[in-house]
Nanobody, 119 residues
């Protein structure tokens, strides 16, 4: 079992910046991918950005050019910086980790942190 603890979020003005931090509990298993998803009211959870062990990044088109994501693989932490926030960035942001246990893969989620962008 891996627990993800998030910090950051809150109320931000449009045009401002968002900083989110997530830390995974200690585990003997590999975590090849960490990152962030979000869910707006009435919508499905969607990718924001994830970073893989090879440092490749997948990011949603809606945040391209506005987001920086980085992770510390030794500490199993991930950091997200999003600039030029828009009201449509409002939602609950979830930390995500893919954990590999021997040959099986499991997806873990944080409890979520609320982000509200005011216009």
């Amino acid at each position: 079992q891996v627990q993800l603890v998030e910090s950051g979020g809150g109320l931000v003005q449009a045009g401002g910046s968002l900083r989110l931090f997530c830390s995974a509990s200690k585990t003997p298993w590999s975590i090849p991918t960490m990152g962030w998803y979000r869910q707006a009211p009435g919508k499905k959870r969607e990718l924001v950005a994830v970073v893989h062990n090879d440092n490749n990044i997948d990011a949603a088109d809606s945040v391209q050019g506005r987001v920086t994501i980085s992770r510390d693989k030794d500490k199993n932490t991930v950091y997200l910086l999003m600039n030029r926030l828009k009201p449509e960035d409002t939602g609950v942001y979830f930390c995500y980790a893919r954990v590999v246990v021997i040959t099986s893969e499991y997806d873990y989620w944080g409890q979520g942190t609320q982000v509200a962008v005011s216009s």
